[in-house]
């Protein structure tokens, strides 16, 4: 599977997620992470969806994965106080 379906399934995503189709975003997430399980994009789009959902657990989950293979520090450091807040 190509890099450029994954960034397809990244914007059904955000498109989902803009209209509140939050279920609709995250299965296009999981899809885009079949395809780049090492996107922490989209590890951040999801802990963002399940904290919306009031899922904690999951989106502390996701904000780890986030940190594991983000090389952006400020995407770490969002992740952080995200993680301190969930906590």
């Known amino acids: 599977i190509s890099h450029g379906q994954s960034k397809g399934h990244l914007k ?16 296009q997430l999981n ?6 399980p090492k996107n ?6 999801k802990a963002l969806l399940y904290e919306a959902l ?8 996701s ?3 986030c940190i594991r293979h983000s090389k952006d520090q400020n995407m770490i ?4 106080i ?3 807040y969930l906590n």
């Open 12 to 27: 059904r995503a955000i498109s989902a997620m803009e209209i509140g189709l939050f279920e609709e975003s995250l299965k």
């Open 31 to 36: 899809y885009a992470l079949k395809d780049d």
């Open 40 to 45: 922490a994009q989209v590890h951040k789009l």
């Open 54 to 61: 009031e899922k904690k657990d999951k989106a502390i989950h």
């Open 63 to 65: 904000w780890n994965d």
């Open 77 to 80: 450091k969002e992740a952080e």
């Open 82 to 84: 995200h993680l301190n």
